[in-house]
C-alpha cells in the first residue's frame, strides 16, 4: 500500500489521521501491486489529478499515461525494492520528484513524498546555452590545478574555442602563455579568498585580440565541505566598450592638442561673458598670459567701437535665434594696437539642451584686411598693362551697354591679338618685356577714343569696346586706325618691334547684346582673321561658330587617322649651289584621306599642334623618313641625309633625344644622315632641359636647322646657345630678292652672318633662274625649290635622282 505525503519530515504532523490508518491496516497480497491507498490534495494536483480519482489505482499504470516510458520503468523498478529511492517523472505540465520510503521493511509498503523538480538538467543547458555572456565551470582539484569542466555555446562563439578543445584541459592547454599566466592568478585569487571576483583581461583567441570582463563564483564543497571546489564563470566581451573608451580618451587628447596647438585663436566663455579658457594662439595675438583672461569679461578685449556689435552676437546665441556667425570684428591687443579678427562664435549646450558655454575661433585677418584693396586690384586689373582683366572688363561692358543710347546707335566688340607679342616676351627680361607691353597699351589708346573701354583679357589677348556707334563702318574705321597705328615698330629698352595687330570683330546688338557673347563671338572672328595672316580683321558671322564646329571634326579624324596610318611622306631635293648636286632631302608629310583626297598640311597640321596630336604624328614622320632614307641606302639609291621638321611642341617634348635615337637604331639609318629642322617660335620658348635634349642629339650626329630665318624675332641670342648647323632663309625673302633690293640686302646680309658664324644657309622657295644667279652671287649654300623639283613621292625618287645626277 502506498501513501502520499508533502515532505518527510512532517510526516508525523502533516499525514491526516485517516490516511495514517489506512497505511496501518493495509494487508499486504502475495502478489503485491502498487495500488495507490491514501494521497492528499498535494499528491493528487502534482498528478494533475484528484484524491478520489486515483485511490485504489496502479501508481505505476497510471503514471504510465502521464509520464514518459523510460521513467515509469525506473519507478516500477524503484516500488520492487527495498531501499529508499528518488524517480523523476517528466509530466506534461512538469516534471516531479517521487521520494520513494519503503516502511517496516515490507517492500510492497511505501511512503511516497511527491515535489515540484524544476527545471530540468536539458532545460537549464538550454538557458545557459542562449544566455548572451559565456558562461563556463572550472573544476579545482585537490592539488590547486584548474579543469575546465563546461562551458556554453555562447562561449564557443565568442572565443571560437569548441568543447573538444577546451572540456578537461587546464587554461595553459588551452591558451597562450601569457594569457593563461593572467587568468591563473585570477582563478587562484578567487580560490584563495572565496569570494566571487571581478576582473578585465585580454585574451588571444582564435576570434582574435578580444577585452573581456569575467565574474568568478566560487563553489564550497569537498569532504570539509570548506573547500572550493569550482569556480562557475561567466564572461562579457566589452572589446567594443573598451576601444570606445580608448577613442574617447584618444578624442579628448587630441582635441586638446588641437586646442594648444591650432593655428587659430581658440577661447570658451561662459554664459555671462566671462571667459573660461583660451589657447596658446589666442594668448599670442591679445598679447596677455592665460591668467590675465581667465575669469575676465570677453568685452575687456574688444575695440571699443566693436562693442556693441559683438554684445548683440553673443546675446543672439544665447537666445536661440542663432546657432552660429561670423563676423569680422576689431580687437585690442595689450600693447594697444588694433587686431582685426574674423570670428566665428557657436553655443554649446548640455544634454538637457539649456546654454553651457560659447566657443569662439579667432583668425588674424589684420594684414589680410590691409592688403584687401591691393588684392581686389590685382583680382581686377592686370598688374603690368594697369588695363581691366576680363572679369572687370566685362563689368564695364555690361555697365556701357545698359546705358541708354540715342537715335538706335551700335557698339563694337573688338578682340586683339598681335602676332610675335608672346615668343618676343619669352626671348626678353621681364622688366623688358613689360616695358614692351605698356608701350603697346600706350600705342592702343592713342588709337581709340576717350569712351572706348579697354581690358587685357588673356596674355596676349587684348578687348575693346567701342560704344555709342553710328554705324558699322564706324568701327571698322576704328579697326583700320589700329592696324595703321601699329605699321611702324615699337622702341622698347634700344630694340625696335614690329607687332601686326590682328581683329577680331562682333557688333551689339546685331551679333549679340551679352557682353560673354560678344567676347565669344570676337574671339571666332580673331581666329578667322588669324588664319588669314597679319595686319588683318574680320567682322563676325555665324559661320565661324561652323568653321569651329569643322575644326572639331577635323581634330576628331586627325586622331583617327594617325592610328590607321592614313599619312605618306614626299620628298623635295636639296641642290648644292655652285655645283647643282643633289645634297639630301626634306621630308614633307601629307594626308590622305579617308575619301582618297590630298588634305592641305595647313589645314591639319595647326590642329595637330593645339591638340598635341602633333607629337604621335611627329613620331610617324620621323620613323617613316629614317626608315626610307635606310632603305635607299641598302638599295644603293642615295647616300644622303634627311631633314625632318620639328614642331615647337615636340621640341619640347621631355623624351625627344631618347624617341629619336631609337628611332635611329631601329632603322638602321647613321645619326650623321638626320638633320632636325626647328622653328625660332620653338627656341624662343625653350627650357634649360630642352637644350640639353638638343645637345645630346648633337653629340650622338644629329644635325639641326634652322627654319623660315628673318620673318621672326630681332634677338639672336638663341644661335649662340644652341647647336646650330645651318638656317635656311624664308622664301618671301627669296621670291622677292629680284625685284625688292630691301629683300635682296636682307638675303645678303643672312648669308653673310651665318658665314660669319661657320653656318651654312640654305634658301628656300627657288624657282626661276633669276633667283639662282642672286644666290650664287651671295655665295649661298644650298638651296630647295620648283626650279628643281616640287615635293615629289616615293615612287618617283629613283627618276628623280637620275635626272638630277644627269
Request: with cysteine; proline share 5%; hydrophobic share 40%.
Amino acid at each position: 500500500m502506498t501513501a502520499g505525503l508533502d515532505a518527510p519530515q512532517a510526516l508525523p504532523h502533516t499525514a491526516s489521521e485517516e490516511i495514517g490508518q489506512a497505511i496501518l491496516e493495509r494487508q499486504v497480497p502475495p502478489t503485491a501491486i502498487s495500488h495507490i491507498v491514501a494521497v492528499n490534495d498535494r499528491f493528487a494536483r502534482l498528478l494533475g489529478t484528484s484524491s478520489p480519482e486515483v485511490v485504489g489505482r496502479d501508481l505505476a499504470e497510471y503514471a504510465s499515461r502521464l509520464a514518459q516510458p523510460v521513467d515509469c520503468a525506473m519507478l516500477v523498478e524503484a516500488l520492487a525494492g527495498a531501499e529508499p529511492s528518488v524517480v523523476v517523472l517528466d509530466m506534461a505540465h512538469g516534471p516531479v520528484a517521487l521520494n520513494i520510503q519503503p516502511i517496516g521493511g515490507a517492500k510492497a509498503t511505501h511512503v511516497i513524498v511527491t515535489e515540484d523538480a524544476g527545471p530540468t538538467d536539458g532545460q537549464i543547458s538550454h538557458v545557459i546555452d542562449n544566455l548572451l555572456a559565456s558562461v563556463f565551470i572550472v573544476d579545482v582539484t585537490e592539488d590547486g590545478q584548474f579543469r575546465y569542466a563546461m562551458l556554453n555555446r555562447r562561449h564557443e562563439e565568442l572565443t571560437g574555442l569548441s568543447l573538444d578543445e577546451v572540456i578537461g584541459r587546464s587554461p595553459e592547454q588551452v591558451l597562450p602563455p601569457d594569457d593563461a599566466a593572467s587568468v591563473l592568478a585570477h582563478y587562484r585569487t578567487c580560490v584563495k579568498r572565496q569570494l566571487p571576483t571581478t576582473f578585465q583581461e585580454v585574451l588571444h583567441l582564435p576570434t582574435g585580440r578580444r577585452h573581456w570582463e569575467t565574474r568568478l563564483v566560487p563553489i564550497i564543497g569537498g569532504a570539509s565541505g570548506s573547500r572550493v571546489t569550482r569556480l562557475f564563470g561567466s564572461s562579457i566581451d566589452i572589446s567594443e566598450r573598451v576601444e570606445a573608451e580608448q577613442a574617447l580618451r584618444d578624442s579628448e587628447q587630441r582635441f586638446r592638442s588641437i586646442f594648444e596647438h591650432a593655428g587659430v585663436g581658440i577661447g570658451y566663455a561662459s554664459v555671462d561673458g566671462r571667459i573660461i579658457d583660451v589657447n596658446r594662439t589666442l594668448e599670442t595675438m591679445l598679447g596677455y598670459g592665460r591668467e590675465e583672461v581667465i575669469g575676465q569679461s570677453f568685452k575687456q578685449f574688444v575695440h571699443e567701437d566693436e562693442i556693441s556689435q559683438v554684445t548683440g552676437r553673443f546675446l543672439e546665441l544665447l537666445s536661440g535665434r542663432r546657432a552660429t556667425f561670423q563676423t569680422e570684428r576689431r580687437f585690442q591687443r595689450r600693447d594697444g594696437t588694433e587686431l582685426w579678427a574674423r570670428t566665428t562664435a557657436s553655443l554649446v549646450r548640455d544634454p538637457l539642451g539649456r546654454p553651457k558655454y560659447i566657443i569662439g575661433l579667432f583668425e588674424d585677418v589684420t594684414e589680410a584686411r590691409r592688403a584687401r584693396e591691393r588684392i581686389h586690384y590685382l583680382a581686377s586689373f592686370d598688374q603690368v598693362t594697369g588695363l581691366p582683366n576680363l572679369s572687370l572688363f566685362g563689368e564695364r561692358v555690361t555697365t556701357a551697354l545698359e546705358r541708354p543710347a540715342a537715335d538706335e546707335r551700335i557698339a563694337a566688340l573688338l578682340a586683339i591679338s598681335f602676332d610675335r607679342l608672346d615668343p618676343i616676351r619669352f626671348a626678353h627680361s621681364r622688366t623688358a618685356a613689360d616695358h614692351l607691353m605698356r608701350r603697346l597699351v600706350d600705342r592702343l589708346r592713342r588709337a581709340l577714343g576717350p569712351d572706348d573701354v579697354v581690358g587685357r583679357i588673356g596674355d596676349d589677348l587684348f578687348a575693346v569696346l567701342l560704344p555709342n556707334l553710328a554705324d558699322p563702318e564706324e568701327a571698322l574705321a576704328t579697326v583700320k586706325s589700329i592696324i595703321a597705328t601699329f605699321s611702324t615698330p615699337i622702341e622698347a629698352d634700344g630694340q625696335d618691334f614690329l607687332l601686326p595687330p590682328v581683329i577680331g570683330v562682333s557688333l551689339s546688338p546685331f551679333d549679340a547684346g551679352n557682353p560673354d557673347e560678344l567676347v565669344r563671338m570676337a574671339g571666332a572672328a580673331l581666329q578667322r582673321a588669324r588664319d588669314q595672316g597679319t595686319s588683318r580683321f574680320e567682322l563676325y558671322t555665324p559661320d565661324m561658330e561652323t568653321h569651329a564646329a569643322r575644326q572639331l571634326s577635323l581634330e576628331s579624324r586627325l586622331r583617327r587617322a594617325i592610328d590607321a596610318d592614313q599619312f605618306e611622306l614626299v620628298y623635295q631635293p636639296k641642290i648644292e649651289v655652285e655645283t647643282l648636286k643633289l645634297a639630301g632631302f626634306e621630308a614633307l608629310v601629307r594626308w590622305r584621306g579617308e575619301d582618297g583626297a590630298l588634305i592641305s598640311p595647313g589645314e591639319f597640321i595647326p590642329a595637330a599642334e593645339e591638340t598635341g596630336l602633333i607629337i604621335p604624328l611627329g613620331e610617324l614622320v620621323l620613323r617613316s623618313a629614317c626608315e626610307q632614307m635606310a632603305a635607299w641606302r641598302r638599295e644603293g639609291l642615295v647616300d644622303l641625309p634627311v631633314s625632318v621638321n620639328l614642331s615647337g611642341r615636340q621640341v619640347s617634348d621631355p623624351h625627344l633625344s631618347r624617341k629619336a635615337l631609337a628611332i635611329l637604331a631601329h632603322s638602321g639609318l647613321p645619326s650623321s644622315h638626320l638633320k632636325l629642322e626647328l622653328t625660332e617660335t620653338a627656341l624662343f620658348r625653350s627650357t634649360p632641359g630642352i637644350r640639353e635634349a638638343l645637345l645630346e642629339l648633337h653629340a650622338a650626329g644629329v644635325r639641326f636647322l634652322l627654319d623660315d630665318f628673318g620673318t621672326g624675332y630681332s634677338s639672336l641670342s638663341y644661335l649662340k646657345r644652341f647647336p646650330i648647323e645651318a638656317i635656311k632663309i624664308d622664301k618671301s625673302f627669296v621670291q622677292g630678292m629680284v625685284e625688292d633690293p630691301d629683300a635682296a640686302s636682307i638675303v645678303n646680309a643672312i648669308i653673310n652672318m651665318a658665314h660669319a658664324l661657320k653656318m651654312r644657309v640654305i634658301a628656300e622657295g627657288v624657282e626661276t633662274q633669276e633667283q639662282l644667279i642672286f644666290l650664287r652671287a651671295y655665295r649661298c649654300d644650298r638651296m630647295q625649290g620648283f626650279l628643281f623639283a616640287p615635293p615629289t613621292a616615293v615612287a618617283d625618287i629613283p627618276a628623280l635622282v637620275r635626272r638630277l645626277a644627269s
